[in-house]
């Protein structure tokens, strides 16, 4: 779950519909795959299935609000993360290899204290990383555009965690694919971001579930936040 303090408890989105947003970003923008464009599409917007059956309904977090992704441990991480590689697996094969990268690129450089777990993770995304290079090269897809658009699943990745409520903020320095930085700011529902990344103004829509302030965290409202995207010079 992304989870944000609000006036009636806590505001929740749950993590496949994070993805579903950021296919959706992925629309809008100017930015391209170099692969197959469907099968990347599809990693997009199902990247993170494997969180489907955690984030069924609020469990109780670490602090005073509901579970959020942030708290899992990084055992929990590889094993989501495993089962969204599989399942992007059965929509396409390079769906398959953009989930799998872009796992091994989120959990392959974190810090790990325990020897025994490190060398579990570092072997899993060894596996992963050679699963994506397979499916590119079956694909006929080169190793520098496999690396390219996995940075830009990360791009629309980070953006729409952003505008779901992780990180807070107001503003939101971008990293594009080639590594220009585009400055995005976000007015209540409004965001504006450089016209060469937006070409055209938007609408978006954010599933929200909102729930109550304390354990167990009951559902108060399910309702849609709409986001408009403006171009700006």
Known sequence: MICRPSG????????????????????????????????????VAHHDDGWAARDREARVGDGDGPESFLELSLAEHLEISGESVRLAGDLHPYAEAIVALHGAWLHGARRVHDEGLEQQRDAIVAAWRALAEERARELGVPPIDLHHDQRLCAMVDFLSLWLCGW??????ALERPGGEEADVERDGAVVRMPAELLPAACELLVPITTVAGTAPFPVVAETVRTLSLVPVA
């Not at 749950?14 to 990347?40: T, W």
């Not at 990180?167 to 939101?172: M, Q, S």
């Open 167 to 172: 990180p807070e903020g107001d503003a939101l």
């Open 8 to 43: 009636q408890g806590w505001e929740l989105v749950r993590q496949p519909d994070h993805g579903v947003l950021a296919c959706a970003l992925f629309d809008a923008l100017a930015e391209e795959p170099r692969g197959p464009r469907e099968g990347f599409r599809l990693a």
